[in-house]
Each structure stands twice: as C-alpha cells, then as structure tokens.
C-alpha cells in the first residue's frame, strides 16, 4: 500500500477529480482522511428519489469509499454554519471552496504500474461549468441548448423547488435564472455567460 495526497484548489468537483486521477494514473485504493471546504455539496440521502443539494461555507467532516479506474464509490459527511451535520452517497456537483486535502491508499497488490502526475494534485476537473437553470424557463433552455450544441461540458443544476432556489440564491445573491458558475465562481446569467463563451475561452479541458 502507498499512500498518495491529493490536494484540490478552489472550484474543483471532489468526485470528478477523483474519478480523473484514477482513469489518468490507474489507481485502485480507497480514501484514508481528508480536511478541508466546500462551497456545494450534492449527495443521495438514502430512499429519497431526488438529489440534496447545501450551498454556503460547508466544513467536511468525513470521506469514505473506494476507488478504481471507472468506479469511484464515496461517503460524504459535512457541516453547515450551524454544526448540523449531513452526509450521503456523493454526487457530481460537490465544489471546493478554499481547499480539499484528501490522503489516499494506493493498493499495492493490484496488478498494474502506477505511474501518476503529479500536475494532477491540483486539478480542477470538469466539468468547471455549472449553471443552475429552472423547468419551463426559456432563458435556462437556451442557454443548455448552446452549450448541448457547442458540445460544451457542464453540470446542469435543475432548480425543482424553494428549498433548491433558497441555496442557489445563497450561493451567487442573484434570484434570476439562469444562474452560471465557472471555476467555483458566479459569472452572471446568461448574457454574461454569452460575452465570456463569444470571446472564444476554453472551458473544457
């Protein structure tokens, strides 16, 4: 067993970057701690249908599971600003406020060289675009249609209900829709977004 850190600045995806490292460097190995902050969390309660989605300063408290090429199994538990704590299976979406340290096991005995990057530890993978759009909302289907024609990737956050809203207004301190993040950080809607995706910036990488 070998342990390797896997430090992530801000607005990396937790789940995305670990599931990067082992496509790209082959790891089979499982999380041994972590200490840092996030910005987002979207993780499964167990029995519930939908996604919970926090926003705000969100302290983690434990990340657990298993990792390999092409299946990235995680735990998450975190605290809000009132220590009450959550946590379920982690999802897509879950975004790196100030930073993530994470130390992983790296298994030995599994049959394969390891041969990481270490231009890998501090990713930000993708997607790092995120726009949070609503049902029925013209503005939000235009804009996912460009970025779906553009073949452009992103993480669409649908907005279901007050409690989703509630957060993503926290998150950017704007009650319009649709609402675009890039690396973390709140740009604008989607005029804004058009300026920066008309200038030819890359967004995929």
């Not at 790891?27 to 029995?47: E, M, R, W, Y």
């Not at 013209?138 to 989703?164: E, F, G, Q, R």
């Amino acid at each position: 067993m070998k342990p390797l850190r896997l430090k992530l600045g801000t607005g990396s995806d937790i789940k995305l970057s670990l599931e990067n490292l082992c496509e790209k460097s082959n790891i089979n190995g499982f999380i041994l701690g972590v200490v840092g902050d996030l910005s987002a969390a979207v993780f499964q309660c167990p029995n519930k249908p939908d996604k919970t989605i926090l926003g705000g300063k969100l302290e983690i408290i434990t990340l657990n599971g298993s990792l390999s090429p092409g299946f990235v199994h995680l735990h998450l538990s975190i605290s809000d600003t009132n220590c009450q704590v959550w946590g379920g299976h982690l999802e897509q979406g879950s975004i790196v406020s100030k930073g993530v340290d994470i130390l992983i096991a790296v298994l030995s005995d599994v049959n394969h060289e390891l041969s990481f990057d270490p231009k890998l530890l501090d990713i930000k993978s993708n997607p790092r675009l995120e726009v949070a759009t609503l049902p029925d909302c013209p503005w939000s289907a235009k804009i996912t249609k460009l970025l779906d024609s553009s073949k452009t990737t992103y993480n669409n956050i649908l907005v279901k209900d007050d409690n989703d809203f509630n957060i993503i207004k926290e998150r950017s301190g704007s009650s319009t829709f649709p609402q675009v993040f890039i690396d973390g950080q709140y740009i604008g809607g989607y005029n804004e977004f058009l300026s920066y995706f008309s200038s030819g910036k890359h967004l995929n990488y």
